[in-house]
């Protein structure tokens, strides 16, 4: 599979789990680049992807909140406040993308650069010293997050 994105230490936020859950979606991302190139079953994979981005993204903010939460991060409404945003682009594009009214575009592709590059590069990397400093660590793994992408 040719990447639109490949995953590197420029992205890591420095916490296993959130770039575990990262690197999901940047999978996510190159698969849908990988049918746009090449367009065989195209609707069939690009719902499915879709369905699974979205089930992806409201876990994966619910996890993110989750840790904000328990260590108290000063900035979690405004940081809330982007992944509800986010959060309804993606519910969007998969209700346009489930009724037939939109396949994988160049646009849809650029969106989720933007995310990766705009949210997690610099929104997400400001949290990282602070759940660090107050008690989490860089290894911290949840292994049924994994499982359930893998099923």
């Avoid at 079953?41 to 909140?65: D, R």
Wanted: no cysteine.
């Amino acid at each position: 599979m040719k990447e639109f994105i490949t995953w590197s230490d420029e992205i890591s936020v420095g916490i296993q789990e959130i770039d575990d859950q990262h690197k999901q979606l940047i999978l996510y991302i190159n698969t849908l680049y990988d049918v746009m190139i090449h367009p065989k079953n195209k609707e069939h994979v690009v719902k499915e992807i879709m369905n699974n981005l979205t089930q992806y993204t409201i876990i994966h903010f619910a996890v993110e909140e989750s840790l904000f939460r328990i260590f108290d991060y000063p900035r979690y409404e405004e940081h809330k406040k982007h992944h509800l945003e986010l959060a309804q682009q993606v519910i969007d594009i998969n209700v346009k993308v489930q009724a037939g009214e939109d396949m994988i575009t160049s646009e849809l592709l650029n969106f989720l650069r933007k995310w990766l590059y705009n949210h997690i590069m610099k929104e997400d990397k400001l949290y990282t010293p602070f759940l660090l400093k107050n008690g989490i660590k860089k290894d911290t793994k949840k292994s049924w997050f994994r499982r359930m992408w893998d099923m």
